[in-house]
């Protein structure tokens, strides 16, 4: 079991920048790959970034490739989402999610992890 708690949320100007962080309890997180998912008023889920259990490998939407970096620390329990170049678009409420399962796989559907935050809300004004 694991718990999972997300930080750093908050009110930004375009083209600004937040770090997220979701903490995980309970297990360290090197046991599970982890995604960030994030979900806008009147919409579905959307996957954002995933990072694998070992390797480091990662995964992005489209939308925020080449602006957004996921990356973890696995000494401090940690996994973390930097978003740089902040578009309106982006406005949601985060979720960090974690799951076990293959070393180097990372996976990008809801469906497919077992563990989930709280969210943290990131509003991005024009």
């Known amino acids: 079991q694991v718990q999972l708690v997300e930080s750093g949320g908050g009110l930004v100007q375009a083209g600004g920048s937040l770090r997220l962080a979701c903490a995980a309890s309970?297990?360290?997180?090197?046991?599970?790959?982890m995604g960030w998912f994030r979900q806008a008023p009147g919409k579905e889920r959307e996957f954002v970034a995933a990072i694998s259990r070992n390797f480091g490998r990662t995964d992005y939407v489209d939308s925020v490739k080449g602006r957004f970096t996921i990356s973890r620390d696995n000494a401090k329990n940690t996994v973390y989402l930097q978003m740089n170049s902040l578009k309106p678009e982006d406005t949601a409420v985060y979720y960090c999610?974690?799951?076990?399962?293959?070393?180097?796989?990372?996976?990008?559907?809801?469906?497919?992890?077992?563990?989930w935050g709280q969210g943290t809300q990131v509003t991005v004004s024009s």
């Open positions: 999610a974690a799951r076990g399962g293959s070393y180097s796989r990372y996976y990008t559907t809801p469906s497919e992890y077992n563990y």
């Open positions: 309970g297990r360290t997180n090197s046991r599970y790959a």
